[in-house]
């Protein structure tokens, strides 16, 4: 149960477990009747609920369904949708052999124009429609396959250069419907021709393959069709002179097909229906522009809010970053400053916290490394630290040594960017810390030997 709801299995079989002689699964239920009723009734809900929720996702969305056979109960069909395929020779990409179109009255067309097709896997599909008999037409469809095949050798890379690669050929698939005989002798209506070795048959050179459907030959009345392959051969065949409810059972609800029949109707119309449909066209259009324009304005307004929203919070950033005061040091200096069960501690650090404290800003520590580890690394050959500090850093690190400079003194500093508007409030904030003892305590807590 938890799977399925997790998954969101909505089209899977649900029946209650019974033992079966002769199986693994024939040792005594243990599961009373009554509990396995309950359990199989809550499952199929949650089945129905999963399929309520794919079913509302499908609204407004166009779903092609291939119908393949008719059910075994009156009107039923059986067939699969798209999401129920793997997708692995559907075809992506479509696009035409010859550039000249035809035009949308079949009283004034020229000629039948062949289609070009590729799959996702880059195999090339040529739909050939031949109405009149053609002498040599399988030379014919064999040169059209050849050409295809010999093009796709020269391809132009991002530099514009030619490449030959024979490994990356895609194969060719030439299909044929002429509405004539092309092979007396063959008594089915469709054959399939591909290259074997004349020997044992074996099928080596894969690369093209040829599939002839001859009109003339297929026979069947609408109610003995029994596949999609025969619906579309009949549709070949008998479109153009089947009455509407004819068409409508034997499109059901192919939508491919349906489409099919809508082009091959608007071919047989007159100026006048064709203008008619034109005018209807181009209101759906425009009305359909019109929405699109409110839908890019509302866009714009929303994005202008946005962009409005971003700028107020930018300022607002900024004006965060204002309360924070965010200070560098190089936890390696104990006892100015070092690391801690896993805190950055050190009278520096109590120092610039009070310093913080007096200008109302939230100190922000940043741990970086500075001279000292270059020291351990041997990148420089000493460094100058004040005698505790120094002390305190060999005991942390074996092997260093120190040399003191007696008479000495020096003075500490704090290094700000240059022309911060900080310095004035730092500086009064330390004289304030001097004059009432913050810092004299700091120093006792961190600077006692």
């Known amino acids: 149960m938890d799977l399925v709801k997790k998954v969101g299995y909505g089209q899977c079989y649900s029946f209650k477990y019974s033992p079966r002689p002769g199986t693994p699964a024939a040792v005594k239920d243990q599961v009373p009747e009554h509990i396995k009723s309950e359990r199989l009734a809550i499952l199929q809900q949650e089945l129905s609920r999963q399929q309520l929720l794919f079913n509302n996702s499908c609204i407004g969305k166009t779903m092609p369904v291939l119908f393949d056979r008719d059910g075994k109960l009156d009107g039923q069909l059986i067939g699969k949708t798209c999401y129920m395929q793997s997708g692995k020779d559907q075809i992506i990409d479509v696009s035409f052999l010859k550039t000249i179109q035809d035009p949308a009255i ?13 799959d996702q896997n880059g195999i090339q599909v040529i739909v050939e429609m031949q109405v009149s008999e053609h002498k040599g037409f399988e030379k014919r469809a064999q040169y059209y396959a050849a050409k295809a095949y010999s093009q796709q050798i020269l391809k132009e890379d991002k530099n514009h250069k030619k490449l030959a690669i024979y490994a990356k050929l895609k194969g060719v698939i030439f299909l044929a419907i002429a509405d004539f005989i092309m092979f007396p002798d063959k008594k089915h209506w469709k054959s399939t021709h591909r290259m074997l070795d004349s020997k044992t048959y074996e099928h080596d050179l894969k690369d093209f393959y040829f599939i002839f459907a001859e009109l003339k030959k297929f026979h069947k009345t609408l109610y003995q069709l029994e596949n999609i392959e025969e619906k579309w051969m009949y549709f070949f065949k008998h479109a153009h002179h089947s009455t509407l409810a004819e068409m409508e059972h034997l499109i059901g609800h192919d939508i491919i097909m349906k489409r099919a ?18 005018h209807i066209t181009k209101t759906q259009l425009d009305n359909l522009a019109v929405e699109q324009f409110k839908i890019e304005q509302a866009e714009k307004a929303a994005e202008a809010r946005g962009k409005a929203r971003g700028e107020a919070r930018v300022g607002c950033d900024a004006k965060s970053k204002d309360q924070m005061l965010i200070v560098g040091t190089s936890a390696d200096n104990p006892p100015y400053e070092f690391i801690q069960n896993g805190q950055v501690v050190g009278f520096d650090i109590d120092l610039i916290n009070a310093i913080g404290e ?27 630290l004040d005698e505790l500090q120094a002390k305190r850093f060999i005991e942390n690190n074996p092997g260093l040594a120190s040399l003191s400079l007696k008479d000495m003194s020096s003075e500490f500093a704090i290094a700000m960017p240059k022309n911060s508007n900080l310095v004035d409030s730092v500086n009064k904030a330390i004289t304030e810390l001097t004059k009432d003892d913050t810092i004299s305590s700091i120093a006792q807590k961190w600077l006692q030997q």
């Open 106 to 118: 079949a009283a004034y067309r020229q000629s039948i124009v062949d289609v070009l097709c590729k």
């Open 358 to 384: 007096k200008l109302g800003k939230k100190v922000i520590i940043k741990n970086y490394d500075f001279n000292v580890e270059e020291l351990k690394s041997k990148v420089v050959d000493a460094v100058m």
């Open 261 to 278: 029949f809508q082009a091959i109707d608007q071919a047989s119309w007159t100026e006048a229906e064709l203008n008619t449909y034109d």
